[in-house]
């Protein structure tokens, strides 16, 4: 068992509570997804550890992709922005595409990004993400398979950062106020 970073005042998730959920939501995208050849798509660089994790999961015939991309959402729906930053490689037109995300918070980049995959012609977008801050919510937007729902705290680890830092922690942790209030 990994000891706590001192910048983190608690452990919110585990290495092996991590693996197990990951686990039981994949064995259900398995089941729901049998038959298709879908695109696994990474939001940069938030998720890529448990892209990483996800996909060794699935019995499926994958093609890998990722995406970079920033937002300035207003808040409410409409007028804010999603820049790419990094774009997909991949023609998705007439694919089934699994987004692969760290964490929806008030929905603002899967909302622009669902509807720009199905813009350019994906047959299906589905939306895995392993944290969800529900509570932060202010888009109309819900993931199909989530791992974990959170409580609004500062979380680090397993690919999330405070900048840039804590990424490469094995567990999810709540990050101290006093490190990102100084
Ligand atoms: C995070 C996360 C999502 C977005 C969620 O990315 O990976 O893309 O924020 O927030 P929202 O639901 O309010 O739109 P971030 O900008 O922190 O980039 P990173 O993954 O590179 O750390």
Do not use: W
Not at 78 to 101: A, H, W
Not at 103 to 129: H, P, Y
């Amino acid at each position: 068992m990994h000891e706590l970073h001192p910048d983190c005042q608690s452990m919110l998730l585990s290495e092996e509570r991590i693996r197990e959920r990951v686990t039981e939501v994949a064995r259900r995208v398995n089941a729901d997804l049998a038959g298709k050849r879908p695109i696994a798509v990474g939001i940069l660089k938030g998720s890529i550890i448990f892209y990483a994790d996800f996909i060794r999961c699935l019995d499926m015939p994958l093609e890998l992709d990722f995406m970079a991309v920033s937002s300035y959402g207003s808040g409410s729906t409409s007028s804010g922005k999603l820049r790419i930053k990094k774009d997909l490689d991949s023609n998705i037109s007439g694919r089934d595409v699994i987004v692969i995300e760290d964490i929806i918070d008030s929905g603002f980049t899967l909302a622009c990004l669902k509807k720009l995959l199905l813009e350019r012609g994906a047959s299906s977008v589905t939306i895995v993400t392993l944290l969800d801050k529900h509570e932060r919510r202010t888009e109309d937007i819900a993931p199909d398979y989530n791992c974990f729902e959170i409580p609004d705290e500062f979380v680090v680890g397993y690919g999330l950062d405070y900048d840039e830092k804590y990424r490469s922690l094995p567990y999810i942790g709540i990050l101290k106020r006093s490190v990102y209030e100084k």
